[in-house]
């Protein structure tokens, strides 16, 4: 099964928005026709991960040229993928992703060496099925990049 994700962003403040129901309407030619765009809002506040209290942590993540978008920064897609490869292969192989939520803080560039942490979250087991991990990727003594819970 294929799955595309489409994201609106503003140009000035670098945040997502949401698409008007014109734009919404232009695109749907493209998008599978079975099928409109989820968009479930958690409201649950993403808070900064320590290193030292983090169950997984990847360090030397070096991004490439192929990672950088138009402005010369890691691209959101690499960035989703750092996430996403950091969760351990048992998770996995035994789950399948139902939820994703992100919030980008800063942008990086081809020369910086990125962390990676997750952690369970204190209620990570959901009706005996779902698993939640936080995420943290920042820049390896610096500033956090994006912030996350997968679900």
């Known amino acids: ?11 000035k403040t670098m945040k997502f928005v949401n698409a008007s129901e014109e734009i919404l309407g232009g695109m749907k030619p493209t998008m599978l026709r079975y099928c409109d765009p989820l968009v479930n809002r958690d409201s649950r506040k993403l808070l900064p991960l320590d290193a030292d209290k983090a169950d997984y942590i990847r360090s030397g993540l ?18 989703v993928n750092y996430i996403l490869e ?3 292969s048992s998770i ?3 789950y399948e992703l139902c939820a ?3 919030e980008y803080w800063k942008e990086c560039s081809a020369d910086s060496v990125m962390q990676y942490v997750s952690k369970f979250c204190s209620n990570h087991l959901i009706n005996n099925q779902e698993i939640e991990f936080d995420h943290s990727l920042s820049v390896e003594g610096g500033p956090e ?3 996350g819970r997968t679900r």
């Open 92 to 94: 996995v192989k035994s």
């Open 100 to 102: 994703m939520s992100l």
């Open 86 to 88: 950091g969760v351990p």
């Open 145 to 147: 990049i994006v912030r």
């Open 62 to 79: 070096n991004p490439g040229w192929t990672d950088m978008d138009v402005n010369q920064h890691v691209s959101h897609i690499k960035l």
């Open 1 to 11: 099964m294929l799955f595309s994700l489409y994201a609106m962003m503003n140009k």
